[in-house]
Nanobody, 126 residues
Framework: QVQLVESGGGLVQAGGSLRLSCAAPRGTFSTFMMGWLRQAPGKEREFVAVISGPGASTKYGNSMGYRFTISRDNSKNTVYLQMISLKPEDTAVYYC???????????????????WGQGTQVTVSS
């Protein structure tokens, strides 16, 4: 069982930036598709972004626009989510998740992920 640990959340003013990190234990990290999903109070979990194992392919949720960038460093077993121009509606708990092969590309729904981190809170004040 892969254990994922997110960090980097916090309180930021609208227009600000944050970078989330998600660390995984050594092993077969580079074979996993890694995603970020978020859940705001009273709402369903929403797909944010996913990156392929080698890092060559990415996909973003429809409402993310240009503001979010997912990346990974397989030498550090870490995936990142860079967020800029944050808005109050970005306030949510952000979860890192892993989709093991042979899941199809791209895994965009919560049910398509096999392992989850505990989540990190992002709060954007207006």
């Amino acid at each position: 069982q892969v254990q994922l640990v997110e960090s980097g959340g916090g309180l930021v003013q609208a227009g600000g930036s944050l970078r989330l990190s998600c660390a995984a234990p050594r092993g077969t990290f580079s074979t996993f598709m890694m995603g970020w999903l978020r859940q705001a109070p009273g709402k369903e979990r929403e797909f944010v972004a996913v990156i392929s194992g080698p890092g060559a392919s990415t996909k973003y949720g429809n409402s993310m626009g240009y503001r979010f960038t997912i990346s990974r460093d397989n030498s550090k077993n870490t995936v990142y989510l860079q967020m800029i121009s944050l808005k109050p509606e970005d306030t949510a708990v952000y979860y890192c998740a892993a989709a093991r092969p042979p899941r199809r590309w791209p895994p965009a729904g919560a049910s398509e992920y096999d392992t989850w981190g505990q989540g990190t809170q992002v709060t954007v004040s207006s």
